[in-house]
Every structure is written in C-alpha cells, then in structure tokens.
C-alpha cells in the first residue's frame, strides 16, 4: 500500500485512510539513519504484515482496487469519516470490470482458506455435519452470505473490521505486555520457593541490584518534545543543534517522502532515547520491555499531535505541536521501570487463573492416561485370545494326527490315500490286459480264458 505513488498517504489507498494502520507495528531499525532516500515512483514498498488474520486478503484487494483510475481518484479526496462511513464503498460499482473479476476471484479464494480453517479445527476435534455457512458468520472482513462476487458490503464489512481491529491494537497490546509482567513475576518467586533461605536471600540481593543498574541511566527526554528532537537531530542526523528547524526536521524523517509521519517513522525517532535505557548485552535489560517502551512513546505523541485521529502526522499537525507549552517545557517522562505495571491483587488473581489451567491440564492428561491404560488392557486382553485360539487349533490338530486320520483339506477331502485303498466308484487308471493306452479306433479283444481248449 506505501507504494500508491499518486496517493498522498502510504496506505492511503484505501488503507491510510481505510486502516490507517497498517503502519501500526513496531520495527527495529533506525529510520533517522537512512538520510535523502525517496522512493522512485511507482516503486513498491513492503509493509509489515498487520497481524490481522485476513492480512493477505485486505492487501490483495487494496492492490486490485489500486489499478482502477476512478476508485483511486475518489479516494484521493475523500476523508477519513466518509470511509468509515461506507461512503466510498458505494464507488466499487463504478470500477471496471476487469478489477470486479479480480476482486470476486480473491472474495472466492478467502471464503475458500476460511473453509478450510474451519475444516481443519473441526477435524481435529473430530466433529461432522460440518455447517461451513453458519460458522462463516464468525468472520466479519466479508459477506458470508454471498461466498462468489465481491460486492459493496464486502468493501464496507473489510474497512470496518480492519479499522475495528486496528484501532484496538494499542490496548490488547497492553494486555497482553502486562500479562507478560506479571508471568516474570510469578516464575521468580515460583523459582525462589525451592531455594534454601539462604540461596533465597542471595537471590532476592541480586533482584533488587540489578533493578537499581537498570534504573541508573541518563535522562530520558520527553517522547515529541523539542529536546527529545534535537537530540535526533545533532547525533543521529548529524545537523548543528543551533540550526534547529521543525519544518526540515519533518521532511527528512518522511522517509517516503508521502507527506506524512507515520507510526513506523515516529518510532524510529526514540532509537537514541532507549539506547540510554536498554543495552541487549545486559542482563538486567528487558528487550521486549525496550520494545514496549517504544510503542508507548509512539502512541504518547500520535495522541499529542495527530488531531484527526487518522493515525498519520501531517506538516500542519507537526508545526502545530511545536507551537505549545508541551514542546518548549515538556514533564518529564515516566520510564517502564518507574512505573507499577500491576498491583498484588492483579497478580494474585493471575496466579490462580494459572492454577486453574495447571489443574485443567492436569486433569486432562490424567484422563486421557486413564484412557491409554484402558486401551492397553483392551489390546492384552485381545492378545490372549488371540494365543488361546490358536493353541486350541494347534491341540486339534495334533490330536486328529495321533488317532490315526489324515489331516484334512480346505474342503474336508484327504490329503492323501493308504496303499492299497481307493475312493468308492473311483475306476482304475488303464484298462486291463494292459498298462498303455489302446490306439483311436482299436476295439479290445475278450480276454482269453484259461480253461478254452485250442483245436
């Protein structure tokens, strides 16, 4: 989505303004670093994936929906409420309509991997009578309803749900850092209830030092303020701090050059405050507290200065806010670590929903040992069946040998016969007076009787 070109925002192709958020995702690299690097036009630009499960889906139909002249055109000078609003949504019957048969062949494709999702968890609890329709329903990025063409509802039910979700990003990330926390806590003093007292006390001692390293560092300027600003500026710009200026300030940290800082660019401008605080080769440094630190920051300064809460800082809105008090004189900022994260009541009511899970799984997998020794016996039983018949057939067998009887064939005849016995009506095999056979046509003589007399 950066790469719409003729947009004036990075995902404004129905996304800045759309989501506006895809930009809402932490990074590790210092953009500030990267200096008069533009983007050749109609050059694409990768975003971070969203972490939206439909992630794909929502890029695909912003890069099909980007080819059409007249929906990107209307896009251009529609806001952020007429988006929200479904408003634009109503533009998909004007494109043409070879973008329709793109957008209806993605529609198919995402119902389709959703289908398969839903198959997939149903089989592995073993389920049938599958009702895909209804558990579609679930899903709110598109009409269910209508699993073959792309419709304006699609478009509308894709923006909403992105923006929904989007714009809740913040506070589950909040969450699930605070249920991070508190899980740290919890296995520390789980892994001191089976120390001694005494490796307990050396343990607690070494806590509480490196919490004391951990918290002696620099001051950590205000997150959009002008000090916080002009540090970026002399070190990591390498600009005379006397020569200050907001407006070039702005333009050389718009690394696209779109007209806008984003959330990934706004971030890359606390890289010098957290390298005061966190070094990955200290141990007593949390790398994903440093990362948690950084989204804090961001998220401070885009509800200090973006003013229409479209997740983008405009010039306007950037020189506005080195207008106020808060820039010149900011307060001074609250690290993670000088900060109570949860209290004990929180952390106790945490550990005994842990508990409870413990005990959930430890029942689950008693159960199923209790199954498993079941099925164990089920097999030994069927084992020894299996041999006792067997020695039964084998007994049989021997017994029809001692008295005397051959043993029989598949159909009950006898293997074979006694000397000198033969089957009832069984004939010889040659014709007397001879042991050849006659030739075709020769009629046997009676045989001669002995008590003929010659002449």
């Not at 995402?110 to 839903?118: H, P, Q």
């Not at 789980?190 to 620099?218: A, C, I, N, V, W």
């Not at 200090?304 to 080195?322: G, P, Q, W």
């Not at 949860?342 to 689950?364: A, G, N, V, W, Y």
Request: aromatic share 6%; charged share 40%.
């Amino acid at each position: 989505m950066k790469g719409l070109s003729v947009l004036p925002q990075q995902c404004v192709l129905l996304m800045t303004c759309l989501l506006v958020v895809l930009e809402a995702v932490p990074i590790d690299i210092d953009k500030t670093k990267v200096k008069g690097q533009g983007h050749a036009e109609g050059e694409k630009v990768e975003n971070p994936d969203t972490g939206l499960y439909y992630d794909e889906y929502l890029r695909q139909v912003i890069d099909v929906l980007e080819t059409d002249k007249h929906f990107r055109e209307k896009l251009q000078t529609a806001d952020i409420e007429e988006i929200k609003s479904g408003k634009l949504s109503k533009e998909l019957d004007l494109v043409s309509h070879h973008v329709r048969t793109r957008l209806d062949e993605l529609k198919r494709q995402e119902v389709a991997r959703l289908r398969m999702l839903i198959k997939a968890k149903m089989d592995s609890v073993q389920d049938t009578g599958i009702d895909h329709q209804a558990l579609l329903k679930q899903f709110e990025h598109l009409n269910h309803q209508n699993p073959d063409t792309f419709e304006p509802k699609d478009l509308d039910m894709l923006i909403k749900a992105a923006t929904n979700d989007l714009e809740n990003y913040d506070k589950t990330r909040h969450e699930e850092f605070k249920k991070y926390e508190m899980m740290k806590e919890h296995e520390r003093r789980e892994y001191l209830k089976t120390l001694d007292e005494e490796k307990r006390q050396r343990e607690e001692s070494k806590f509480e030092e490196m919490k004391k390293k951990h918290g002696d560092h620099p001051k950590v300027h205000h997150p959009g303020s002008k000090d916080q600003l002009k540090e970026v500026w002399e070190e990591a710009d390498g600009l005379d701090p006397n020569e200050f200026d907001p407006k070039t300030f702005f333009k050389l940290h718009d690394v696209n050059n779109d007209g806008f800082l984003d959330e990934q660019e706004l971030e890359a401008l606390f890289t010098k405050e957290l390298e005061k605080v966190y070094d990955p080769k200290n141990e007593e440094d949390d790398m994903v507290e440093m990362e948690e630190e950084r989204l804090r920051m961001r998220e401070h300064v885009m509800n200090e200065v973006d003013i229409n809460k479209d997740r983008l800082v405009t010039l306007e809105e950037f020189l506005r806010a080195t207008e106020k008090k808060e820039f010149l004189e900011p307060d001074s900022w609250e690290t993670l670590d000088q900060q109570q994260l949860f209290t004990e009541d929180e952390l106790k009511e945490f550990e005994s929903h842990i508990s409870q899970q413990e005990d959930e799984l430890r029942k689950k997998a008693e159960d199923l040992q209790k199954q498993k020794e079941e099925l164990q016996k089920q097999h030994d039983q069927l084992q020894a069946q299996k041999q006792e018949l067997q020695q039964v057939v084998k007994q049989m067998e021997q017994k029809k040998l001692q008295q005397g009887s051959p043993p029989a064939g598949p159909a009950g005849e006898l293997k074979f016969q006694p000397p000198g016995e033969h089957k009832v009506g069984d004939a010889p095999e040659h014709p007397a007076g001879g042991g050849q056979p006659l030739p075709p046509g020769h009629v046997p003589e009676p045989a001669s009787r002995t008590d003929q007399v010659h002449p």
